[in-house]
């Protein structure tokens, strides 16, 4: 069926140190894969996103990375800062448009 | 603001009730989404709506059930509630389907007692 593993489930850097969380899909259908960020008792926040034509995004310190074939694709935040601190989801998309989610990872970022 | 309106922000019910959520899409936006957050279950699609239609369906539970009005907002009704339904529920809008941003609402925040 239609899973998304994400990894880890906490993160704990020092603020200007990079973070990475990765995502693995089951579904080889699935053709987006939207990344959210969310704060305690807010909504989540789409971030950034990468469709399956394309292999890499960059936004400013916010990088999406997709392997299409190993069905993987990673969020890398660079120069991170104490506002960076939150949950972030990564999705996998697929039949319409449902968002299939990761669990989620805690992002710390120590002044 | 992401323009996706919920209402209301906080529901608080006793087991057995039923209870009614409200969302109004973003201006222009065809499809309704709607997702449950658990702290247990992470963000769960439940159902989604384009244009009026069902389109997809996830674990929504037979107690649950959603429609989407000539207006395009959206309303999903819970039914003989349990201490189990309490949880984050989301709604999420977007242009149409596959492949299109989704942007959520507030959500609400519903406490069954």
């Given amino acids: 069926g239609e899973n998304v593993e994400q990894h880890p489930s906490t993160l704990s850097v020092q603020e200007g140190d990079s973070a990475v969380i990765k995502c693995t899909y089951s579904d080889s259908a699935s053709n987006y894969f939207p990344w959210y960020k969310q704060e305690l008792g807010k909504r989540p926040q789409l971030i950034i996103d990468i469709r399956s034509n394309v292999g890499e995004k960059k936004d400013q310190r916010i990088a999406v990375t997709l392997n299409k074939t190993a069905k993987h694709f990673s969020l890398h935040i660079t120069e991170t800062q104490p506002e960076d601190s939150a949950v972030y989801f990564c999705a996998a998309t697929h039949q319409g448009g449902k968002l299939i989610f990761g669990q989620g990872t805690e992002l710390s970022v120590k002044p | 603001d992401s323009g996706v309106t919920q209402t209301p922000k906080h529901l608080i019910t006793a087991t057995g009730q039923r209870v009614t959520l409200r969302c109004s899409p973003r201006s ?85 007692l």
């Fill in chain 2, 28 to 112: 222009g936006d065809l499809s309704v989404y709607w997702y449950q957050q658990s702290l247990d279950q992470g963000l769960q699609f439940l159902i989604q709506y384009y244009n009026g239609e069902e389109r997809a369906k996830g674990n929504i539970l037979e107690r649950f059930s959603a429609q989407q009005f000539p207006d395009l907002h959206s309303e999903l009704n819970l039914s003989s509630l349990e201490l189990g339904d309490s949880a984050l529920y989301f709604c999420a809008s977007s242009v149409a389907g596959a492949g299109t941003e989704q942007f959520f609402g507030p959500g609400t925040r519903l406490t069954v």
